[in-house]
C-alpha cells in the first residue's frame, strides 16, 4: 500500500504570493490533517479534513486554508505569504481521525523570501 | 488553553542504557495521548496511544508509556536503548477541552534522544 504523499517537496516563494500544497492520503483513508513544523513553534495543527468537510482547526489566521476533494486528496493554500511562514508542512492521513494511527508524509518544505 | 510539556528538549544517553523521556499535559475530563518519533529527514511515525484502558501502552521499537492521570503524565520509557533509536521524540494530547468536535491535537516541543556509542 502506498503512504502519505506530498508534492512538492521543496518550495521557495516571495513574501506575498499564494501557495498551494497537495497531500494524497493512504488509499481508504478519509480523514487528512495538516500541520506545520518550525524550529520556534514547533508542531502546530493546522486543520483536519474528513469527507471532504473541515472538522476542526487550529489556532492559524485565515490566510490558510484547505479543501478535501471526493478522492479525499487534500490542498492547503496559504495566501499573502509572510517570512514567518516558512515551515515544514506536514499531511498526515487516518481512517477516521486523530484516536486512530496517523500516518505521516514526507513535508512541503516552504521557504518564504 | 491546554498544553502539553516535554521537560527534557535533549536527552544524551549511552547505548544499551534505559531512557525515560517525560511529558505532562494539562488535565482533561477525558484526554487521548499519543508519541510519536521523527527520525532525521522523515516525517512522523507513531510509536504509541493510550485512549482507555490500561495505563500501560506499549508501542513499537520495544518503546512502552505509562497513563498516569493523577499525576498528568505520559512517560515514554525503554529498557535498553539502541543507536538507532536517535531522533526526535512529540507527545501528543487531545481530547475535551483541547478544542473543536474532536480535539486540536496539541504536541509538546519534543525531545532529541541522542544515543552515544
Known amino acids: 500500500k502506498a503512504g502519505v504523499t506530498q508534492t512538492p517537496r521543496y518550495l521557495i516563494k516571495t513574501r506575498g504570493q499564494q501557495v498551494t500544497l497537495s497531500c494524497s492520503p493512504i488509499s481508504g483513508h478519509r480523514s487528512v490533517s495538516w500541520y506545520q513544523q518550525t524550529p520556534g513553534q514547533g508542531l502546530q495543527f493546522l486543520f483536519e479534513?474528513?469527507?471532504?468537510?473541515?472538522?476542526n482547526k487550529g489556532n492559524f489566521p485565515g490566510r490558510f486554508s484547505g479543501r478535501q476533494f471526493s478522492n479525499s486528496r487534500s490542498e492547503m493554500n496559504v495566501s499573502t505569504l509572510e517570512l514567518g511562514d516558512s515551515a515544514l508542512y506536514l499531511c498526515?492521513?487516518?481512517?477516521?481521525?486523530?484516536?486512530?494511527?496517523?500516518?505521516f508524509g514526507p513535508g512541503t518544505r516552504l521557504l518564504v523570501l | 488553553a491546554q498544553s502539553v510539556t516535554q521537560l527534557d528538549s535533549q536527552v544524551p544517553v549511552f547505548e544499551e542504557a534505559p531512557v525515560e523521556l517525560r511529558c505532562n499535559y494539562s488535565?482533561?475530563?477525558?484526554?487521548?495521548l499519543f508519541w510519536y518519533v521523527q527520525y532525521p529527514n522523515q516525517g512522523l511515525q507513531l510509536l504509541l496511544k493510550y485512549l482507555s484502558g490500561s495505563t500501560l501502552v506499549k508501542g513499537i521499537n520495544g518503546f512502552e508509556a505509562e497513563f498516569n492521570k493523577s499525576q498528568t503524565s505520559f512517560h515514554l520509557r525503554k529498557p535498553s536503548v539502541h543507536i538507532s533509536d536517535t531522533a526526535e521524540y512529540f507527545c501528543a494530547a487531545t481530547g475535551v477541552g483541547y478544542g473543536g468536535s474532536q480535539g486540536n491535537l496539541i504536541f509538546g516541543k519534543g525531545t532529541k534522544l541522542s544515543v552515544k556509542p
Open positions: 498526515a492521513s487516518s481512517l477516521r481521525g486523530f484516536e486512530e494511527t496517523q500516518y
Open positions: 479534513y474528513f469527507s471532504e468537510t473541515q472538522r
Open positions: 488535565s482533561s475530563v477525558s484526554v487521548y
